[in-house]
């Protein structure tokens, strides 16, 4: 059989994507069985055990973070219950989650009109695409503690696919559903909390404005996420970290600086990811012309709002993420939030690419082609050079090829039952000779495991009620 005719057979397109889909994932999944407790990890499990479940969820309110699931999903902690083992198992399930939340979105936004392998070719690419640009491996995946970006991603994945499929019908219950879902995902962080309350909120003034009349199904949305939104920020716990000194500047709380810096590094993350986005955008491009050509009466009014006003909210927004940090710690997003900010780019690009494409057909009778023909070719080879060549990739199968990660569980397990082994308060623990960027948040700290002494990171030492000293 001639390769070309092989090709051309939907049931072995769908096995070479996901033979891609494997290998994209496999070296993550590996990395999982590797992963240790670290840094504030054991800050958490120790207010857990100390202060008890909802004692913990008081303590952070009052004095550290208005996240108020945020902290239920870092009380989970597995060294609260003395388990090693949760901290291997949280990540498998999370990736594979994402994954799953990945192609319930795709089939969400496409209607369920492609065929199975176009919609795991569209699932498999923006997966590639997110793990290619996050700005932190380790954090995003592997950190627990930080699990509440990660969560508040595959969570609003959902949401909108849910959205999506009822958009045309909205009842009582789907609103009910929704607030319920953006109580909990602005609960989790920051970043989503922005996003969600100014889009409900453009949802809610452009449709009002189209129809002529108070969209009141978008307007208790907005309400809801307005009112949760205030809720998380004017929590007592974010004014007593703002005055604790920790941000020591000048600069916190000056709308020219805020703007000026928030306008530049939005600008500059941007850019970072606008080669992969074109590139991701040819293959968008001629899978949404089919749907415009699928479409029935009704379908794809999620897709029917301009342009202009699109964009104009999609880019908003990304400015209004970065404004909050730099006007309250004069600073960016840490790179866990950036990892918030890269999955909203993401799913914004990608949106805006249906609306333009759905847009320029209808109103300019656009003859879009739906075949790739060889130009596939060149997009498959980038996306191949980016991933032999991207950091992200090439550091998760490092760490495993040569052992890297392996020795760092290694060491881990070896210091941890010294610690345990010594009867007296000071430990002298081995420095780490084995990194792991993949699942290792790497700082400058001379212990990025455990902190040290010298840069008064005690969340370990607390833990375990010693001090460390390393040799």
């Keep these: 059989m001639h390769y070309s005719t092989w090709f051309e ?33 054991y800050c958490h499990a120790l207010g857990v055990i100390d202060m008890g479940y ?33 901290y291997k198992i ?14 319930f979105f795709v089939k969400a936004i496409t209607l369920d009109k492609l065929i199975t392998w176009q919609t795991a070719l569209i699932t498999f690419l923006l997966t590639f695409v997110l793990i290619a640009e996050l700005p932190i491996v380790s954090g995003y995946f592997y950190w627990y503690t930080g699990y509440y970006y990660t969560l508040a991603d595959i969570g609003t994945l959902y949401l909108f696919a849910y959205l999506f499929r009822n958009y045309v019908s909205i009842t009582s219950k789907h609103i009910a559903i929704i607030c319920l879902s953006m109580i909990i995902l ?12 100014a889009l409900t909120g453009a949802f809610f003034l452009f449709g009002s404005l189209a129809k002529k009349k108070i969209q009141y199904a978008a307007l208790i949305m907005f309400l809801v996420a307005l009112a949760f939104g205030v809720l998380s920020i004017t929590a007592p716990g974010n004014a007593v970290r703002a ?36 590139v991701l955008a040819l293959v968008l491009i001629p899978f949404a012309a089919q749907l415009y050509h699928k479409r029935e009466k009704d379908e794809f009014k999620f897709l029917s709002v301009h342009p202009i006003i699109s964009l104009i909210v999609f880019f908003g927004c990304l400015f209004l993420t970065y ?48 075949r790739f023909g060889l130009i596939g070719w060149v997009i498959a080879l980038y996306f191949v050079t980016v991933y032999t060549s991207n950091f992200n990739y090439r550091s998760a199968w490092s760490d495993i090829v040569t052992g890297r990660a392996s020795r760092f569980y290694a060491e881990m397990e ?9 009867k007296e308060h000071s430990v002298y623990v081995p420095k780490l000779k084995n990194t792991p960027y993949s699942i290792l948040i790497i700082t400058e700290a001379p212990d990025p495991a455990w902190g040290s002494v010298e840069y008064n990171n005690g969340c370990a030492e607390w833990y375990f009620k010693k001090k460390f000293f390393l040799k």
């Design 9 to 41: 057979n939907p049931d072995n397109k769908l096995k070479i994507i996901l033979l891609a889909f494997v290998i994209l994932l496999l070296p993550f999944l590996i990395l999982s069985f590797f992963v240790f407790p670290t840094t504030d990890d």
């Design 54 to 86: 909802w004692g913990y969820q008081e303590h952070y309110w009052k004095t550290w973070s208005g996240r108020y699931i945020g902290t239920i999903i870092s009380a989970t902690q597995p060294l609260s219950y003395g388990s090693y083992l949760g």
């Design 90 to 103: 949280a990540p498998i399930i999370l990736i594979c989650l994402y994954a799953h939340a990945m192609w």
């Design 186 to 197: 602005i609960g989790t962080n920051e970043y989503t909390l922005v996003w969600l309350v």
């Design 243 to 278: 005055a604790s000194g920790l941000y020591p500047t000048p600069l916190k709380f000056n709308l020219v600086f805020s703007i000026q810096n928030s306008l530049v590094t939005g600008v500059l993350n941007f850019s970072k990811m606008a080669p992969t986005l074109c």
């Design 323 to 370: 404004f909050p940090t730099y006007w309250s710690i004069a600073g960016p997003p840490n790179l866990r939030g950036q990892c918030v900010i890269t999955f909203w780019t993401l799913i914004g690009f990608t949106y805006n690419v249906f609306v333009i494409t759905f847009w320029a057909i209808k109103k300019y009778n656009s003859n879009i082609s739906t």
């Design 414 to 422: 070896a210091r941890t039952q010294q610690v345990y082994d010594t």
